[in-house]
């Protein structure tokens, strides 16, 4: 959980720093906290309660520190939990895989947005705006979910921090493990000799 | 017993309708500009902008650095253009004198005692910048404790920003000309050779980064780099704080009036320090 809330903290912090940095306008709009729902997912292990939670309290905060709007970016953060839930049934957990679902996930965040300020009447009717948001928020963030990704990956295996796709490869090593014990305790069980005669083995 | 399940199908849809119908309700009143922030909202928002803005001074630092090594290269080229500047700045600096001396004269004369430009300024640092695209905001650190109040106009040295929307104890919301808010519209005035000519800023085109004008008479004749500043008439912003130029003039789509397509003087992707316009309204 600290290396959650690390990465939660980072990604808020470095999304207000490169705004700052970089022009908007450009292909670099940062949407790292979006995006920091698809890092934080495989440290939950099936967990998934607290993961909606979490999302919920990152959205609220979201809502808080950026945007000022009550409850707007914690109720869009929940629906991209579940959505990022859904997504990690199909998709298994590796550096190509979280690129992919950073592009769903910060997609659906500006189609969800649009469509809510547009229902509250914040917005007019315009396409284009709505694909410009989009096309600019891709490059950053699928560029920072890469990086972050090793990054955490290597040190979630230093420091053997369980992740989901680790749960898996447990998972499939502790059947194989069985299995090979079973084929042992076999003979045994059904009470086979092994004679050796004149060299060779018979049972 | 299929009936009884087709009922509580029924039910259920109605009751999330209702849920949605009253979540929009309720966003409808949070993303509205006037919103007051409440105690807890404050207190996470200056603590966030603190952090913020502490873990940004090392990247600000180098930023400084790198922009001070790339402004030393063109030194030479912008001592000369300055130069040239200041004789001319020097003989407005005194037309501006006589102006205001004028002016003083006049209000007496009248027995006015506020007017449509008179103002006081306190200057802010950018501290935070939303980037949720639609909103186009930026934080700066001065906020109610400072005397910053919702409403108050905001500048740069080139020209205007855009407005004080939300304040904390210490920070503010400052939303700018450039959002996509239908609601963001300003009462200007072009200044013509002839007569001023006032209209309406009522939005910003991306694709151009033009401010569009209109509410223009079709028969106004209006050239091509008159400047464009507020005219006050709304109440909120002072007047005479420049906007940009004409850029373009054209008629909308059905030739009743002109739409005239406006460039703003200020640079909105480099924003660093901000001037808080504290505007004596005139009808106050």
Same mark, same amino acid.
């Given at each position: 959980?600290?290396?959650?809330?690390?990465?939660?903290?980072?990604?808020?912090?470095?999304?207000?720093?490169?705004?700052?940095?970089?022009?908007?306008?450009?292909?670099?709009?940062?949407?790292?906290?979006?995006?920091?729902?698809?890092?934080?997912?495989?440290?939950?292990?099936?967990?998934?309660?607290?993961?909606?939670?979490?999302? =919920? &309290? +990152?959205?609220?905060?979201?809502?808080?520190?950026?945007?000022?709007? *009550?409850?707007? /970016? %914690? @109720?869009? =953060? &929940? +629906?991209?939990?579940?959505?990022?839930?859904?997504?990690?049934?199909? *998709?298994?957990? /590796? %550096? @190509?895989?979280?690129? +992919?679902?950073?592009?769903?996930?910060?997609?659906?965040?500006?189609? *969800?947005?649009?469509?809510? @300020?547009?229902?509250?009447?914040?917005?007019?009717?315009?396409?284009?705006?709505?694909?410009?948001?989009?096309?600019?928020?891709?490059?950053?963030n699928i560029l920072y979910s890469l990086v972050m990704y090793l990054i955490f990956d290597y040190f979630s295996r230093k420091y053997r921090i369980l992740k989901i796709d680790w749960c898996l490869t447990l998972g499939l090593l502790y059947g194989k493990i069985l299995y090979c014990v079973d084929l042992v305790l076999q003979p045994r069980r059904k009470g086979f000799k092994l004679r050796y005669l004149n060299g060779e083995s018979e049972t | 017993m299929y009936q009884k399940k087709k009922l509580e199908a029924r039910y259920i849809v109605l009751i999330m309708l209702g849920i949605i119908v009253i979540m929009l309700g309720f966003l409808t009143l949070a993303v509205q500009d006037g919103r007051k922030l409440n105690p807890v909202e404050q207190v996470i928002k200056d603590s966030a902008v603190f952090v913020n803005k502490v873990a940004y001074t090392p990247i600000k630092f180098i930023k400084n650095q790198v922009d001070k090594y790339q402004a030393k290269e063109d030194i030479y080229n912008?001592?000369?253009?300055?130069?040239?500047?200041?004789?001319?700045?020097?003989?407005?600096?005194?037309?501006?004198l006589e102006l205001e001396t004028e002016l003083e004269d006049m209000q007496k004369l009248l027995e006015l005692n506020k007017s449509l430009s008179k103002s006081s300024y306190l200057n802010?640092?950018?501290?935070?910048?939303?980037?949720?695209?639609?909103?186009?905001?930026?934080?700066?650190?001065?906020?109610?404790?400072?005397?910053?109040?919702?409403?108050?106009?905001?500048?740069?040295?080139?020209?205007?920003?855009?407005?004080?929307?939300?304040?904390?104890?210490?920070?503010?919301?400052?939303?700018?000309?450039?959002?996509?808010?239908?609601?963001?519209?300003?009462?200007?005035?072009?200044?013509?050779?002839?007569?001023?000519?006032?209209?309406?800023?009522s939005k910003y085109s991306q694709e151009k980064h033009m401010f569009i004008v209109d509410g223009i008479a079709e028969n106004t004749i209006i050239e091509e780099g008159s400047p464009v500043v507020t005219s006050g008439l709304g109440g909120l912003f002072p007047s005479g704080i420049l906007i940009g130029h004409v850029n373009s003039v054209d008629t909308d789509n059905f030739d009743l009036s002109k739409m005239v397509e406006v460039k703003s003087v200020v640079n909105y992707d480099h924003l660093n320090y901000v001037t808080v316009v504290k505007k004596v309204n005139w009808w106050s």
């Open positions: 959980m600290k290396l959650v809330a690390f990465i939660i903290f980072i990604s808020f912090v470095l999304e207000n720093s490169l705004t700052l940095l970089i022009s908007s306008g450009t292909l670099f709009t940062s949407l790292f906290v979006v995006t920091s729902l698809v890092l934080i997912y495989p440290f939950f292990n099936n967990k998934n309660n607290n993961y909606l939670v979490i999302s =919920f &309290l +990152i959205g609220l905060m979201y809502d808080f520190v950026y945007t000022d709007t *009550l409850f707007l /970016n %914690a @109720l869009i =953060f &929940l +629906i991209l939990g579940l959505f990022v839930e859904k997504i990690n049934e199909a *998709l298994s957990n /590796n %550096a @190509l895989n979280v690129m +992919i679902m950073t592009f769903f996930t910060v997609s659906l965040y500006r189609i *969800l947005t649009y469509v809510v @300020l547009l229902l509250v009447g914040y917005l007019h009717l315009d396409f284009s705006l709505l694909l410009a948001s989009l096309y600019e928020s891709y490059l950053a | 912008k001592y000369n253009a300055i130069k040239e500047k200041l004789d001319q700045v020097k003989l407005n600096e005194t037309r501006m802010a640092t950018v501290v935070g910048r939303n980037i949720g695209f639609w909103y186009n905001t930026i934080t700066i650190d001065k906020g109610s404790n400072n005397g910053i109040k919702v409403d108050m106009a905001v500048i740069n040295h080139k020209g205007l920003l855009g407005k004080v929307i939300k304040t904390s104890n210490f920070t503010a919301t400052v939303k700018l000309l450039t959002s996509s808010d239908v609601n963001n519209k300003i009462s200007v005035k072009i200044k013509t050779k002839d007569k001023d000519v006032y209209g309406l800023l």
